[in-house]
């Protein structure tokens, strides 16, 4: 079955460090996608990639990094300077150049400050 | 700034009766809205779009309907099932952006 895997499931940060959240896909997308998603609040876009080797920053970008190295994987690193990590992280694909697709998302990762 | 925005966190219906979900959006350039429904712990699932060329657009049980003048639009669930019991988000681009923006969600309780 074709979809999109995030890992880990629930992730937790000590003060001062860095991590890296997995997602990967093998529904042969062109364009992936980063989102936070705080109480109350939409999705918020992080970074986006419409090809390999190429990303842009969304809305939030600060305190974040990502990598675009294969088409199937789009890991997301939330750095020590990112003050308020604690959300709930979505990743997104969908096909590139075709008008008008839906978004497909992976489960999220929980990331929570120890 | 959010372009696109549910007003009502939470809605509460009996089972058999409709759900009406609202939304509205303030970038005149969005042309295309969609609709995902969200269980907890998992991530959001595409249910139904429409594009700015329509005003209805159909598919089972869920119909959204976009009011263009009004910047509105809206998803009517008939009849609701406890199974529809979710948190509903609408979102909107611009055909040619895939920068999607997504409302703060609506969680729907359909009582049995």
């Known amino acids: 079955d074709g979809g999109i895997t995030q890992s880990p499931k629930y992730l937790f940060r000590k003060e001062g460090q860095n991590v890296t959240l997995s997602c990967e896909q093998n529904?042969?997308?062109?364009?992936m996608y980063w989102y936070r998603q705080d109480p109350g609040q939409g999705l918020r876009l992080i970074y986006y990639?419409?090809?390999?080797?190429?990303?842009q920053k969304g809305d939030i970008a600060e305190g974040y990094s990502v990598s675009r190295e294969k088409k199937e994987s789009f890991p997301l690193t939330v750095t020590s300077a990112q003050k308020n990590p604690t959300a709930f992280y979505l990743c997104?694909?969908?096909?590139?150049?075709?008008?008008?697709?839906?978004?497909?998302f992976g489960d999220g990762t929980r990331l929570s400050i120890l | 700034d959010q372009q696109v925005k549910q007003n009502s966190p939470s809605l509460s219906v009996q089972e058999g009766r409709i759900s009406i979900l609202n939304c509205d959006y303030t970038n005149s350039m969005f042309d295309y809205f969609l609709w995902y429904k969200k269980y907890p712990a998992e991530g959001p699932t595409f249910l139904i779009s429409?594009?700015?060329?329509?005003d209805k657009n159909e598919d089972g049980r869920f119909t959204v309907f976009l009011n263009k003048s009004a910047k509105h639009l809206s998803l009517h669930i008939v009849p609701s099932q406890p199974g529809d019991s979710a948190v509903y988000f609408c979102a909107a681009s611009v055909w040619n952006n895939n920068d999607m923006r997504f409302g703060a969600g609506t969680r729907l309780t359909v009582k049995p």
């Open positions: 529904l042969n997308h062109d364009a």
């Open positions: 997104a694909s969908t096909s590139g150049g075709v008008r008008n697709q839906p978004q497909h």
């Open positions: 429409i594009s700015s060329i329509k």
């Open positions: 990639s419409q090809i390999v080797n190429d990303f």
